[in-house]
């Protein structure tokens, strides 16, 4: 009867320890799903096409270049370079006008600033983003500050510009006015990448090409080559040399897709 009975409580024990056992891998798988579920639907977010810009007078794309386009401070719109070149040589004047409001531009510094300020005070977005890159580059008249810089674009976010978050990431990958993150870097890039910052974009796929994540890489630079960044096709013939080791037929591939795209 003793070794029946302990016979039982073993096969009881044993038993116990399988149910637990079972039921620890059951999580695990469960926790896996629900991580790669979330993972999926993060990425799907993060490589969808990101939305575009119109000119409000030609309605065609913006360039992304600064040279391609230009934010005017007395209305507030952000103007492509072709309709300010048409308004410079369709109207003689002796100050530049306005593209879309035909007011003239500002002839110093201090009104130049006076109008941005007011932009500012008017809750506008660009404004208040533009005016971050003042404050931490110490430019256009304004201290170099770069709290104030910071202040700035969280207002852009906040007013609705969500490509300052690129900017707030910089700045937690520079250390300027906060500590160095690399974790918040990658969030506010991110952030701004899925709102069409592709400077941004570019710096997550350097990032990624970085890591060894070259498939995410060369999502990340196509991306950025529809949205006009050229500097993608050198980046993807480094990763093309020896010192990267990856899918060559895969770099092939993208390359062609970003010449045709930048043709």
Known sequence: MGIISYLSELISYNAVVSIILASIVLLVFMLSDYYYYNESEHDKELFKQPPVEDCPICFLRIPILRTGNKYMTCCGKRVCSGCTYAVEETRNTSIPLCPFCRTPAPTSEEEANERMDKRVD??????????GFDYTNGTGGYPQDYTKALEMWHRAVELGYYQAYGCIGSAYSNGHGVEVDKKKTKHY?????????????????????????????????IIA???????????????????????????????????????
């Open 122 to 131: 008017a809750d506008d977005a660009i404004a208040a983003h533009l005016l």
């Open 189 to 221: 890039l991110e952030l701004a990448a899925i709102a069409g910052c592709v400077q941004s974009r570019f710096n997550l796929g350097i990032a990624e090409r970085n890591r060894g994540n070259f498939d995410r890489a060369l999502k990340h630079y």
């Open 225 to 263: 080559a529809r949205g006009g960044d050229a500097d993608t096709l050198k980046n993807i013939q480094e990763m093309y040399s020896t010192k990267w080791t990856c899918n060559k037929r895969r770099l092939q591939k993208s390359f062609t897709i970003i010449s045709n795209i930048l043709r």
